[in-house]
């Protein structure tokens, strides 16, 4: 919802940056700094949240400005939104779709995949999902054992989705809803089905085994994110598995795969030393709190 008071309104958005600000101030201290970032902040979604809820534990506070006006770009399929004559950082950041977008000018510290790394001309870059972090530093909760389903936006109404809902075992999780909620619904399965991409990457930092999927209608991109994801992730495997052949909570517990726990572990640490590397490529960062009192 966009207009006077929808969650695209100026009023909500500043509302949201004067939230996130306070909010950081138990984690960053009095020693962190703030940075201009894009991520895609149109509407609610747990996914495109991560960016202002992993930072300040690096000690960041991101302050959400437009792509043309950041100096930092975050979590999600994003790329496509910057300008050729993008300056400033990408972490993590992901291409939509297939399409080159080469970004010459920008300190690519980190992509989400190597598809990615090849639509932007970048080489010799870590690769992962910022989102993996997020086991780090976010205790997972006792697993309830159930499958936990986690729809995209586009696909909360599926017929389907809904009926393999209401099976006994079966739960799931808006990813409309805050981040915080969404990650423990998801942190504490015994085995995700998702459509969504941060489902697959949430269940990942856990270890917990997944499975993802496709509905109508089609993402934009298709399953470019996905296919970008798994090559870092899971190299030369998907766990991608038909919705005609997960039919039932047993049909997607025998289905689901765990990643390989040091391939996270190697990735997470790729993401965290190229995190450390901002302000080699950006320069004096203003301090937080008074940096982020500057419009």
């Known amino acids: 919802m966009t207009g006077a008071g929808g969650y695209d309104s100026p009023l909500r958005r500043r509302l949201r940056q004067a939230r996130r600000i306070v909010q950081a101030a138990p984690v960053v201290g009095v020693r962190g700094v703030v940075v201009p970032a894009f991520w895609w902040d149109g509407h609610p979604n747990f996914g495109d949240a991560l960016t202002p809820l992993l930072l300040p534990r690096y000690g960041i506070v991101p302050l959400h400005r437009e792509p043309d006006r950041a100096r930092l770009a975050g979590v999600g399929s994003i790329i496509q939104f910057l300008p050729e004559r993008f300056d400033g950082a990408v972490w993590g950041s992901g291409s939509i779709d297939d399409a080159e977008h080469p970004l010459p000018s920008a300190h690519v510290l980190a992509v989400r995949g190597p598809l990615t790394a090849e639509r932007i001309g970048a080489e010799g870059v870590a690769y992962g999902d910022p989102g993996l972090l997020v086991g780090r530093h ?158």
């Not at 909620?181 to 270890?207: E, F, K, M, N, P």
């Not at 298709?222 to 997960?246: I, M, Q």
């Not at 765990?258 to 190229?274: F, K, N, P, Q």
């Open 138 to 295: 976010l205790k997972r909760p006792r697993s309830d054992g159930r499958v936990v389903l986690v729809a995209h936006g586009h696909h909360r109404r599926d017929e389907e989705l809904l009926r393999l809902e209401t099976a006994p075992g079966v739960r799931a999780v808006n990813v409309h809803r805050p981040a915080p909620g969404v990650l423990r619904g998801i942190a504490s399965a015994g085995a995700v089905l998702t459509t969504s991409l941060h489902g697959l990457v949430t269940a990942d930092a856990y270890g917990i085994p997944a499975v993802w999927t496709t509905r109508e209608p089609a993402l934009i991109g298709g399953d470019f994110k996905f296919r970008d994801y798994e090559a870092a992730v899971t190299p030369g495997r998907s766990r991608f598995v038909p919705f005609e052949d997960l039919r039932s909570p047993d049909d997607v517990v025998r289905r689901a795969r765990a990643v390989d726990a040091a391939r996270v572990t190697a990735l997470c640490d790729g993401l965290e030393s190229a995190l450390r590397r901002l302000p080699e490529v950006l320069g004096a960062l203003p301090r937080y709190p008074a940096g982020a009192l500057h419009r």
